[in-house]
């Protein structure tokens, strides 16, 4: 028998946690947390991540228990987060799948294999100076040529890892990791998924949202985690992240602040647009408006009857 599992998806800014903490609340569950940078610790402000009050009690996996230097793989994600739910199964609780990693939440619902037998660092260090010379744009061109369906997953974050491991993963096994992956697919998941999307009939009502967020994060001290993350010596990956590299050209005296705060605004609308794009392309998702249910209390009025019918079924 699979086991059951609801999941609560959708755009940065969307009250995706609000609404897994209310449903954990509901039906006495603990979340399982899909956020690629909500995995690093010290990285509180510019990812979002959920503070104790906002947990109200709630057990969260899979938060802040990576060091910023440490690599992560999405092979490793599904491991942790299987071992995650299972541990929330043990407990006759129900698992709530939470954040806005699509190639997370997939990845563990759709049951994904990933290999360790494609690793060739001898690749890896020669994707890596390509990288430092032309920069991700080269790579991501490079990938478009090998695996056009990967591309146009993996660009949606921008994630020079996942990328490089995606080309690297063509040049030693003369497969796709899209192939592999519908491979995967065919041997089934262990998952029965009941998945709720956070959108808006009118996008802007995110993006206003997002602007909102923005502001909060700086006077929340954004700008002090920023500077000290990026004087740090920690990976590419943490220093990339949003609400980091877009306060650089402050800190490097080339921009004024306003001008970084607007770009990162801008940019954090873009990244939600892509994740919009990626999880509308799942048809299992019953989609959510919030700008026609605004509070977490009328979403989770909204859909209550369902959840008891998917837990009872």
């Not at 755009?11 to 690093?40: C, H, R, W």
């Not at 057990?59 to 994600?77: A, R, W």
Request: proline share 2%; with cysteine; net charge negative.
């Amino acid at each position: 028998m699979k086991t059951k599992l609801i999941a609560v998806v959708g755009p940065t800014a969307s009250g995706k946690t609000s609404l897994a903490v209310s449903i954990a609340e509901a039906f006495n569950g603990s979340v399982v947390s899909a956020d690629s940078m909500q995995i690093y610790k010290h990285m509180e402000i510019a990812t979002a991540k959920p503070t104790a009050e906002e947990m109200h009690g709630i057990k969260h996996y899979l938060i802040d228990f990576l060091d910023m230097d440490e690599s992560y793989s999405v092979g490793q994600y599904v491991i942790d987060a299987k071992k995650a739910v299972n541990e929330i199964v043990s407990e006759g609780k129900t698992p709530v799948l939470c954040g806005g990693t699509g190639l997370y939440v997939d990845s563990l619902i759709n049951g994904i294999d990933f290999t360790d037998d494609s690793k060739d660092e001898k690749v890896r260090a020669e994707l890596k100076a390509l990288l430092d010379e032309k920069g991700l744009d080269c790579l991501i061109e490079i990938l478009r040529e090998l695996d056009p369906q990967s591309v146009e997953r993996l660009s949606v974050e921008r994630n020079p890892k996942r990328i490089m491991r995606a080309i690297e993963f063509y040049r030693t096994t003369g497969t796709t990791i899209t192939q592999q992956n519908e491979t995967s697919r065919l041997r089934g998941s262990e998952f029965n998924a009941l998945i709720f999307g956070l959108t808006a009939s009118d996008r802007q009502y995110i993006y206003d949202r997002i602007n909102l967020r923005v502001d909060i994060m700086l006077q929340s001290g954004l700008l002090e985690e920023a500077k000290a993350v990026l004087s740090s010596d920690l990976s590419d990956t943490a220093k990339g992240a949003i609400g980091y590299r877009q306060l650089k050209p402050y800190f490097d005296g080339e921009k004024s602040l306003d001008e970084c705060i607007e770009r990162l605004k801008i940019e954090t609308r873009h990244y939600a647009k892509r994740q919009l794009t990626w999880f509308k392309r799942n048809e299992n998702i019953r989609w959510i408006n919030i700008d026609e249910l605004r509070t977490t209390e009328e979403q989770l009025n909204s859909i209550e009857n369902i959840i008891r019918g998917f837990i009872n079924g």
